[in-house]
């Protein structure tokens, strides 16, 4: 039987079901067009779940899957996704944002031409016996040389301007999240804002996400701001536009016309508010993805990539935790291990209720992708403290933010005693405890507690002892550990000569009785002892 049980709820590619299939420890099951109710009543039988646009992933979805451990969307948008509750329940959320690229920046780009060649309405004036009138009515514009004004420079954004830049068009872009470096790479003008991208412009098109700050981003005063003539191109979301005050622009004059996918509200009413208008026009049914190429891409990677998390913890292109592909996981995978046993010796030793949680990357650590080694940290110390179980490295962010403690990183260019090394530190008021550890060949080891260096395992039964330095301790709690049958499998010392107290690290082989903690506790000379499972 197989480990893991994916259901495709939604129509994919064929292969990409079968590339689920061919896995010996996966099982998919193809089930398409399910009621909400039916989905509900069977979703707490499945690990994973595949989709496209149509199965809504509501919280009520979420709250009943049980098992679920990913949800993956065959295509860009995740609009039919709760993507808070599924933070929540710790469940990831991936996308496919390059299947479907080439064929979207292309349909944009067909929109654009259309539109400015008005060959949607003469097409039906032809159609309509019209040809010779059609000829003089339907007067078209010139792309070459005109401005136009990317919003959003993403996969699509970037293919649309190369396109632009090939019919000898001048390309502005505003995202907030394009560099200069790579904006010269693309041979773009950067503009610091919408308003600026699209001052003067005779041309925009949008490939940004719909969210609170994005909505109606095309709005009255920058389409105002364009050059008279100007058209809008939209192929991403159809809230991105304030369409009244697009219909309004085109009936002045101001705007030429408009070239639209995407409608705020899909489907469209049939007496939408800009079907009326009959030049420099071009509207599509949300077509941008759908080529035979885009479609078998994005169901296969969507497949491949929910295969490969469930199999081996691979994590692509998701949107609500960072992602790790197999070459970065590679690279950071046995800090994954250490960070995790770092997390619960903090939630063990640590101050309670802390303010922060602060982890450092030193040396050539701190220059690899380290965001999944600081969540494993958190997971670690909040699934230490909290015995509901319900804390995973999806939602431990959500968790330690609903607590008041904060999570900050940092990497450190000075060198240690360590070539690597990764430092886990709580902060409670001016308290501060931290642990530390490296890997030493191919072995991740603990390397300090309390600023004490030690050396032990991150795995195993380990009694903690901080005790006064002076002979006979130490042969003290042995003789304990001797006398309740507990062979001591490692033993590693520290100390502090300027407050006179140390550290024993004791590796044992199985947990140790509360009667026997209280027996350690109560030796002359133990400051405090603290049984670990790790």
């Known amino acids: 039987m197989a480990t893991y049980r994916v259901l495709v709820s939604d129509p994919i590619s064929e292969i990409g079901v079968a590339a689920l299939n061919a896995h010996p420890d996966i099982s998919a099951d193809f089930k398409t067009g399910l009621p909400p109710e ?16 149509q199965t809504k992933v509501t919280a009520e979805v979420f709250a009943a899957a049980k098992k679920l451990r990913a949800v993956g969307r065959a295509g860009v948008g995740v609009d039919n996704i709760d993507r808070a509750a599924a933070t929540d329940h710790g469940v990831i959320v991936m996308n496919t944002p390059t299947g479907n690229t080439i064929s979207t920046a292309e349909h944009a780009f067909t929109l654009m031409l259309s539109t400015a060649r008005n060959i949607a309405p003469a097409h039906a004036e032809v159609l309509a016996g019209n040809f010779k009138a059609a000829r003089k009515a339907y007067q078209g514009i010139e792309l070459n040389g005109k401005r136009l004004a990317v919003l959003g420079m993403g996969r699509i954004g970037s293919e649309f301007a190369k396109r632009a830049q090939a019919f000898n068009m001048k390309v502005v872009a505003y995202d907030p999240f394009l560099t200069q470096s790579r904006a010269d790479e693309l041979k773009v003008e950067l ?5 600026i991208a699209l001052n003067g412009a005779d041309v925009v098109t949008l490939h940004v996400p719909l969210t609170d700050d994005t909505k ?20 991403a979301r159809g809230g991105l536009i304030d369409e009244p005050a697009l219909k309004a622009a085109i009936e002045s004059g101001h705007i030429a016309g408009c070239g639209l996918d995407v409608f705020e509200e899909e489907p469209p009413p049939a007496d939408h508010i800009l079907f009326g208008l009959n030049k420099h026009v071009a509207f599509t049914p949300h077509l941008g993805a759908s080529t035979n190429e885009a479609q078998e891409n994005v169901g296969i990677q969507v497949a491949e990539q929910i295969r490969d998390f469930l199999a081996t913890g691979e994590i692509r292109n998701a949107i ?4 790790l592909d197999a070459a970065a996981l590679a690279e ?19 101050p309670e209720n802390p303010d922060s949680l602060r982890v450092s990357y030193h040396g050539p650590l701190a220059k690899k992708d380290t965001g999944l080694v600081s969540r494993k940290a958190l997971t670690a110390l909040l699934s230490a403290r909290r015995s509901d179980g319900q804390v995973n ?5 959500a968790v330690a933010q609903s607590m008041g403690l904060d999570l900050t990183e940092s990497t450190i260019s000075a060198q240690t005693e360590f070539n690597e090394l990764l430092v886990a530190e709580l902060r409670k008021g001016d308290q501060r405890f931290r642990v530390a550890g490296t890997i030493i060949g191919k072995s991740p080891r603990i390397v300090e507690i309390d600023r004490l260096f030690v050396d032990t395992n991150i795995k195993g039964e380990f009694l903690i002892v901080k005790n006064d330095d002076r002979p006979g301790i130490v042969g003290a709690v042995g003789t304990l550990l001797g006398s309740a049958q507990q062979n001591i499998a490692n033993l590693s010392l520290a100390r502090n000569k300027s407050d006179g107290n140390a550290l024993t690290v004791i590796e044992v082989d199985s947990p140790l009785s509360a009667e026997l903690m209280d027996s350690i506790r109560s030796t002359p000379g133990v400051l405090s002892a603290t049984g670990v499972s790790l």
């Open 320 to 323: 609500n935790m960072p992602s």
């Open 332 to 350: 950071v995978g046995p800090y994954l291990d250490l960070a995790g046993s770092l997390g619960k010796l903090l939630a063990k030793l640590g």
């Open 216 to 235: 109606h981003i095309l709005n009255e005063a920058r389409l105002a701001s364009m050059n008279p003539g100007a058209i809008v191109v939209n192929c």
């Open 191 to 195: 503009a610091e804002s919408p308003d």
């Open 393 to 397: 490295i999806v939602n431990a962010p």
């Open 38 to 53: 039916e989905l509900i009543s069977i979703i707490g039988e499945y690990d994973a779940l595949v989709v496209r646009s």
